[in-house]
């Protein structure tokens, strides 16, 4: 983490690049993106001190919410600039990014230092049916947009209702998770409040500190994301799914593999899948509702096919190596050649995610 903390030095180059050589937006991304890394990292340290003191479910949960912060900050700053496409390919990349990278690094590096470890199927199997729910989400409003044509319909009331379903629906995974099923996502809480070396005032302020840098960064960064783009040769949307996403993913990526290394891995799918789950049902449809006020065309739910179908492969990934309860090096390396092979295709697709 020090040693990741030196990026913070390319925080004055990134403004002097934005004011002082306006045009080199590929430096500016390039500088802004290496400041969110470390801001990430220190908002993952932080909420991770915080979640020593409540166990591993409670804390998951607490870790996926400020680390998506870094996301809603880029996609907010994102929307303003109108860049609707973008937002909804970080979204869908943020979610399969959480399930097949985060998940992924973390069984990978805990399998190596421990030959098997074990969860809470039933928690595991719980939320993938809420990504599944998600999937569907996503899925019906391309899909009606394709039956009545670009032109008709209402696609943004529809957009609205099945964004307040998806909210009402967290609402209720709340009360499941910390209420009546807490049980199922509760790890030894003791034991993880004697891993605490942070004062609640010092994490709290790290956590402040972290959040404005990263919104701070993410103004420039989105600023200059498609110019970059244009001059490394990418598309937009493999941008938004493999880049952006794994910008805003920076934090839940350090934790849930540090948790996994130290034998946590009820924490560690906490923060993955409770990250994409909480991407899904809350971060969404909040922007959603927020684009109702950032001008006329407000933004829908009508993702790309291509990418409602990485959710869905992901989702059905998740489901085969969580099964059991059980996790291992090979399932990390299972899920990582799924991401690598997502992220190959969209990079050699034309412009838009593949249909």
């Excluded at 790290?206 to 993410?218: D, K, R």
């Excluded at 969404?284 to 829908?300: N, Y």
Aim: with cysteine; net charge neutral.
């Amino acid at each position: 983490m020090k040693i990741a903390s030196l990026l913070l030095l390319f925080a004055p180059v990134a403004v002097a690049l934005e004011h002082l050589a306006p045009g080199q937006h590929l430096w500016v991304f390039l500088a802004s993106a290496l400041v969110i890394v470390p801001c990430a990292g220190w908002m993952g340290k932080a909420t991770e001190e915080l979640a020593t003191r409540t166990g591993e479910g409670i804390g998951g949960l607490l870790n996926a919410t400020f680390g998506n912060a870094a996301e809603l900050i880029i996609a907010f700053a994102a929307l303003r600039a109108g860049l609707h496409d973008m937002v909804k390919a970080s979204l869908a990349g943020s979610i399969i990014g959480n399930i097949l990278l985060v998940l992924g690094a973390a069984m990978l590096a805990g399998g190596l230092r421990h030959p098997e470890q074990h969860f809470n199927p039933s928690a595991t199997r719980s939320q993938a049916t809420m990504l599944t729910l998600a999937a569907i989400a996503l899925f019906l409003p391309a899909a009606y947009r394709a039956t009545i044509g670009p032109e008709g319909g209402r696609v943004g009331e529809l957009s609205v209702a099945i964004a307040l379903v998806l909210l009402v629906t967290y609402a209720f995974n709340l009360l499941f998770v910390l209420v009546t099923h807490r049980t199922y996502f509760s790890g030894d809480a003791a034991a993880e409040h004697a891993r605490a070396t942070w004062g609640v005032g010092r994490a709290l302020s790290v956590l402040a500190a972290a959040t404005v840098g990263i919104a701070w960064m993410s103004e420039m960064l989105v600023g200059a994301v498609e110019p970059a783009a244009h001059v490394l040769g990418m598309n937009s949307v493999f941008v938004g799914i493999f880049v952006v996403a794994i910008l805003g993913n920076a934090a839940e990526h350090a934790t849930a593999v540090t948790a996994a290394l130290g034998n946590r891995m009820e924490l560690a799918l906490g923060i993955a899948i409770g990250s994409s789950v909480q991407i899904a049902l809350f971060v969404t449809p909040v922007l959603v509702l927020a684009s109702l006020g950032f001008g006329p065309q407000p933004m829908d739910l009508v993702f790309f096919p291509g990418l409602v179908l990485t959710v869905f492969f992901a989702v059905l990934v998740l489901g085969q190596v969580s099964g059991d309860g059980q996790s291992n090096w090979i399932k990390g390396v299972q899920l990582l050649a799924v991401y690598l092979i997502l992220a190959i295709v969209f990079y050699f697709a034309p412009g838009r995610a593949p249909q």
